[in-house]
Nanobody, 116 residues
Framework: QEQLVESGGGLVQAGGSLKLSCAAS????????MGWYRQAPGKQRELVALIASGGATNYAASAKGRFTISRDNAKNAVYLQMNSLKPEDTAVYYC??????????WGQGTQVTVSS
């Protein structure tokens, strides 16, 4: 059974950095798109960044210039380097993966807390 497993969350001070990792286990084939979403308390889940298998990326406005998404297709893994973190980045971060035509997977989430 395929599943996504995230790691790398934690507590960091404002201005600090964290790197999130997500690896797919039990997968025999690459995903077309992998990405990260986040959900803060009392808010809807929102897109942070996406990356296609060919390397094309898409960022939310809040992530541009501070976050960098990357992937390792050989490992079926996706990463999110987060720099210059702000308290408003505090959320549960979820890994997401899509394989055509419509197979969508979610990780269990990892907490990121940024203190002011």
């Amino acid at each position: 059974q395929e599943q996504l497993v995230e790691s790398g969350g934690g507590l960091v001070q404002a201005g600090g950095s964290l790197k999130l990792s997500c690896a797919a286990s039990g997968s025999r084939f690459n995903f077309n798109v992998m990405g990260w979403y986040r959900q803060a308390p009392g808010k809807q889940r929102e897109l942070v960044a996406l990356i296609a298998s060919g390397g094309a990326t898409n960022y939310a406005a809040s992530a541009k210039g501070r976050f960098t998404i990357s992937r390792d297709n050989a490992k079926n893994a996706v990463y999110l380097q987060m720099n210059s973190l702000k308290p408003e980045d505090t959320a549960v971060y979820y890994c997401n993966a899509l394989r055509a035509p419509n197979y969508l997977y979610w990780g269990q989430g990892t907490q990121v807390t940024v203190s002011s």
